[in-house]
């Protein structure tokens, strides 16, 4: 073989092998993170195992509160400039994002072949013209609290499935509140009235499958459905089973965690809430609170509702997609990755392949020893697609909440007091 | 001459200490409640009924800050900030508050009251525009927006010209006989006579670029940049993002104290030492 | 040089008056006044300068913070005029406004003049504590003062329980939230305002105190003839901060009122700064935010104007 035909075959060889070496791990440089939640990656090694396996890479985070990431966010997608490789956004206020055109990354193709691996209901916000934006983080499935020792003490049942027999619908739900409110003198739950911020009603809508606005885009705020269901909440003001504690202040603190007088008997809220009570609200009372599925608003409806939830988005500033995405891939969308992190903040994983694991069937002993992740994840794949969040939720929640307020304090009737609101979402939304 | 010790000068005095001591309980309060927490342990901190002292108390949030966030390193970093920002910003006001409060220009009551305007203008529609400009001079994440643009301060002007309109101006005319420069003039007269002004609003430059933290929220991107209320608001507990509350206070408490020492240390100079009637010549 | 017991006047005196000077050395001088402002309006000119014109661009716009900035004219101050919840924020600051700038105004001064003579013992500690709550976290101010105000079980309710006056609404009704945020601003802020009362008071010289407590005035009439007058100045600009500082409340809401995020029952406690942010980062109506920015800049503006007409002198 002549001299330069061997150098030749080297040389090629040589690129050969490099290219083969360098497409092995592409991925490299530092990928910025923006959020709260991610300690449940960076406290249980998930984070470290992420740059093991992709050596080049390297993570960052940089902690903000919701509010602050929102705001950053807006800023860098406004200025051009300045945007994180991942940003973690809430359902509530994704479709907001997403409506901006240009501002999180379009990742269709990577996100199509998982699409059902999800709960259904998840992608609604992710998602515009057929175009996906975010990946489901986790999911906020309705449930019902109540505190055992208030129970036993009304003379009634405190094992998890007779008290969802007793709850089934909302009227009855009235009912038990009223036998408490009268046996011990316990309120039943709080719902302020002058400062309520709208977030049971959104529940009781969810689960039936009502919305703010309907298919077209036109406001449902003061249909008659809504209405119907602003009213049965107002059964329960008027029959004064409910305090008056604002949430995420200290007498609503008092109320759950405590064993007086003051302390509330029962809470319809997302799983989240579990883990507040366990470790901090009600730390120093374990055994007292107990879960069971949320009532259905009548007769045979369904009995799941969501509140909350994040998910994970790649800002399109990004410089480094790939490595961002890839990981979205291993904290969101293997099994065994959501299940470390739900062990560490027991935040259901919207990933409804992690749901076969045993843990989820492992007994609790903050609530009695009960399994109340079963109910969870039961409750997360029937949650119904609802139209609450979407791009104006935080304006529309706005005078929502208002109008709760007027019709709670008996300013307004309830429609009046929806109607206008709806006629101010119509105004500043320009929708119908 | 005044008669000292009249029954009524005591039960004046008396009645005058006794509404000082529940005002100060009152301001001092929840600092008491912020050190009592900052001493629980999480699982504490929002007992019923209320306990001061826990039987848990301990120092374990202040270690955690210290060891596990860079919090010596953003205590630097505020320090930094808030020196340089109210140094500068006090030589651009007093300068422009004499040149307001002593000298007539052209449109000068036109400039005057555009200071004004801009006192009133809320600081949300201008984080846009900043950001932006920022960008452009490639200061995000550095020091610099928070020194210099902030020199432009209208409160700081605005104060210094009302102060400064207090001093005679025979003051000023003896020393222009005397053959002195305008700039002389500030500097060594003018100066020396605001100083408490100075001291005060130096003071609350300080303790303002302390604790602010709208602006670096959008300017600093680092945590290692970060100034003390940035460090403070990310700590968090996952999820909802709700505050540690005890390590949050811990925080606060450690923030607290080098503004508490500065605050002593001037007081004692500004008041005590340049009293009042110095305008002698 | 002596010092006359009468406050002179310190207006200044027109160009090219005092002391008979010539006029082009004062049109010289007044050459020195611009100078000295220009540092001050060259950074106000770049950073202060292009934010607000773009502001004032966008309010004519339906900008949502990305993309183009489409010019729809006029119709966002349609939209503002006939916006309640505008109104109601413009109202809450009018009302915040009128019941805590008097009480604010009167109490750092008295505070200030009661600090500043030494007949008090421990003044400078007092001062000091005075002072702490503007250095405090506003996060844990908020949180505390929930607790103070808690209707069950609040500190506040068990005081006046002694009194036979039971469970005051403090957070749960329009009229009393506004309460409960006035005391919490002027927890806030009194000590900020007596240090610039304090300042202020150095610049009363002592003899003529000395003097007219020789005469025979009362410690009250030293403060009402003298102090006050002398202290004109410096309380305009304490009026004119407080008058804008009800109208920009923030932090200090949201700390209150965790539950509405600021707004308070029935939207009572919703300042226009909170309102204006809101629109902006929470619904992504830039150019309507902007608007209602510069409609209530005009407003607030206008009654600093007419502060500035009734208590400044020609040239404060």
Redesign the interface.
């Known amino acids: 073989m002549s001299k330069y035909l061997k150098i030749g075959l080297i040389v090629i060889v040589v690129l050969l092998l490099g290219s083969v070496a360098y497409a092995q791990d592409t991925l490299s440089g530092t990928i910025t993170l923006w959020g709260w939640s991610y300690d449940s990656m960076s406290e249980t090694g998930l984070i470290d195992a992420f740059e093991a396996e992709h050596p080049n890479v390297n993570v960052e985070i940089v902690v903000y509160p919701a509010g602050d990431t929102y705001q950053n966010l807006q800023l860098a997608c406004s200025a051009g400039q300045g945007a994180p490789d991942v940003v973690q956004i809430e359902n509530s206020n994704l479709a907001g994002f997403v409506a901006l055109d240009g501002c999180l990354t379009d990742i269709t193709d990577h996100v199509q072949p998982m699409l059902a691996d999800f709960n259904a209901y998840k992608w609604s916000d992710a998602e515009l013209d057929g175009r996906y934006y975010a990946v489901p983080w986790d999911s906020g499935p309705v449930v019902f609290y109540y505190r055992q020792d208030i129970f036993a003490q009304a003379g009634l049942p405190t094992d998890s499935a007779s008290v969802s027999e007793l709850v089934s619908t909302w009227d009855n739900y009235l009912t038990v509140c009223t036998t408490i409110m009268q046996t011990t003198g316990h309120t039943c739950f709080a719902n302020s009235t002058a400062t309520n911020n709208g977030r049971l009603f959104e529940i009781a809508l969810w689960q039936q499958g009502l919305g703010y606005y309907d298919e077209n885009g036109a406001v449902t705020v003061d249909s008659a459905e809504n209405v119907a269901t602003l009213e049965k909440l107002g059964e329960f003001w008027a029959a004064g089973v409910t305090s008056e504690a604002q949430p995420w202040t200290d007498s609503w603190y008092a109320e759950l965690g405590g064993t007086g007088p003051d302390s509330t008997a029962t809470l319809v809220e997302a799983s989240w809430m579990g883990v507040f009570l366990k470790t901090w609200i009600a730390a120093d009372i374990p055994g007292s609170w107990g879960v069971a599925y949320m009532p259905a608003f009548a007769e045979g409806q369904v009995r799941a509702a969501n509140d909350g939830g994040s998910t994970l988005s790649i800002p399109a500033e990004s410089d480094n997609k790939d490595a961002a995405l890839a990981f979205i891939d291993f904290m969101l969308a293997q099994p065994q990755n959501q299940i470390t992190q739900f062990a560490f903040n027991d935040f259901l994983p919207a990933l409804e392949t992690t749901y076969t694991d045993p843990i989820f069937s492992q007994p609790d002993a903050f609530f009695g020893d009960q399994t109340p992740r079963l109910i969870y994840l039961d409750v997360a794949r029937q949650i119904p697609a609802a139209n609450i969040y979407g791009r104006y939720y935080s304006l529309m929640n706005g005078h929502v909440a208002t109008a709760i307020q007027q019709y709670s304090t008996g300013a307004l009737s309830a429609q009046d007091a929806l109607t206008q609101a709806a006629d101010a979402i119509r105004t500043e939304t320009e929708l119908q | 001459m005044t008669r000292r010790f009249t029954i009524r000068r005591v039960v004046e005095d008396s009645l005058l200490h006794l509404i000082l001591i529940l005002l100060a309980l009152f301001m001092i309060l929840p600092f008491i409640w912020m050190v009592s927490t900052s001493l629980k342990p999480i699982s504490e901190v929002f007992q019923s009924p209320p306990q001061i002292l826990s039987p848990n108390a301990s120092f374990d949030a202040y270690v955690t800050l210290f060891t596990e966030k860079s919090f010596a390193r953003n205590m630097v970093n505020t320090f930094v900030v808030a020196g340089g920002a109210t140094a500068l910003r006090l030589f651009f006001c007093a300068l422009g508050g004499y040149g307001f409060a002593k000298y007539n220009f052209r449109g000068k009551n036109g400039l005057f009251g555009l200071v004004l305007a801009t006192l009133v203008i809320p600081f949300g529609i201008m984080l846009i525009p900043l950001y932006y400009i920022m960008l452009q001079l490639q200061w995000i994440d550095s020091f610099l927006p928070l020194i210099i643009p902030g020199a432009a301060n209208a409160f700081g002007i605005f104060f210094m010209r009302q102060y400064i309109s207090t001093v005679p101006d025979e003051l000023l005319d003896a020393s222009r006989i005397d053959g002195a420069s305008e700039f002389a003039i500030f500097w060594r007269v003018i100066l020396p006579v605001v100083s408490p002004g100075l001291v005060s609003l130096g003071l609350i430059f300080f303790m303002g670029s302390w604790n602010d933290y709208l602006f670096p929220l959008i300017i600093l991107k680092s945590p290692e940049n970060f100034t003390l209320p940035l460090t403070i608001r990310s700590l968090i507990a996952g999820g909802l993002g709700r505050p540690v509350y005890n390590l949050q206070m811990a925080g606060s408490v450690i923030s607290i104290i080098p503004l508490l020492i500065i605050f002593l240390v001037f007081q004692r100079r500004f008041i005590d030492g340049i009293t009042a009637g110095a305008i002698k010549s | 040089?002596e010092?006359p017991l009468t406050p002179?006047s310190?207006s200044?005196?027109?160009?090219g008056n005092?002391?008979g000077q010539p006029g082009n050395l004062?049109q010289e001088?007044?050459?020195?006044?611009?100078?000295?402002?220009s540092?001050?309006?060259l950074?106000?000119a770049?950073?202060?300068l292009?934010?607000?014109l773009?502001?004032m661009v966008?309010s004519f716009s339906d900008w949502?913070?990305?993309?183009t900035i489409n010019i729809i004219g006029l119709n966002n101050i349609d939209?503002l005029i006939?916006d309640?919840?505008f109104w109601q924020s413009m109202l809450n600051g009018l009302w915040i406004f009128v019941v805590y700038t008097p009480i604010q105004i009167m109490l750092s001064l008295g505070?200030a003049v009661?600090l500043?003579s030494k007949?008090?013992?421990g003044f400078?500690l007092?001062?000091?504590?005075?002072?702490?709550?503007?250095?405090?976290?506003m996060?844990?101010?908020g949180?505390?003062?929930?607790?103070?105000m808690?209707?069950?079980?609040g500190l506040f309710n068990q005081i006046l329980g002694v009194f036979s006056i039971q469970g005051v609404?403090w957070?749960?009704?329009?009229f009393m939230a506004r309460i409960s945020l006035v005391i919490l601003v002027l927890?806030a802020w009194?000590?900020?305002h007596m240090?610039?009362m304090?300042?202020?008071?150095?610049?009363?010289?002592?003899?003529l105190n000395e003097a007219a407590?020789v005469d025979g005035a009362t410690a009250l009439q030293v403060f009402f003839r003298i102090t006050i007058p002398?202290m004109r100045?410096?309380i305009?600009?304490s009026l004119?901060?407080s008058t804008?500082g009800s109208f920009?409340l923030f932090t200090e809401l949201v700390s209150l009122?965790?539950?509405?995020?600021g707004?308070?029952?029935?939207?009572s406690t919703l300042t226009?700064?909170l309102y204006?942010?809101?629109q902006?980062?929470?619904?992504?109506?830039?150019g309507?935010?902007?608007a209602v920015?510069y409609m209530?800049?005009i407003i607030?503006?206008v009654i600093?104007l007419i502060e500035r007409r009734f208590l400044g002198r020609d040239?404060?």
């Open positions: 040089m010092i002179t310190s200044n005196r027109r160009a005092s002391a004062s001088r007044s050459r020195w006044g611009l100078l000295f402002v540092p001050f309006f950074l106000f770049i950073f202060g292009f934010p607000l773009f502001s966008l949502n913070g990305r993309g939209l006939h309640p919840i505070l009661v500043n007949r008090v013992r400078r007092f001062r000091t504590i005075i002072f702490m709550p503007y250095i405090t976290n996060v844990a101010a949180f505390v003062f929930q607790l103070l808690n209707t069950r079980s609404p957070l749960d009704t329009p927890w009194i000590g900020y240090i610039i304090l300042a202020g008071l150095q610049t009363i010289p002592q003899d407590t002398l100045p410096v305009l600009f004119v901060l804008i920009n009122f965790p539950g509405t995020a707004s308070g029952p029935l939207n226009p700064g204006i942010f809101n902006g980062f929470g619904n992504f109506r830039f309507y935010a902007s920015a209530y800049f607030v503006f600093v040239n404060t």
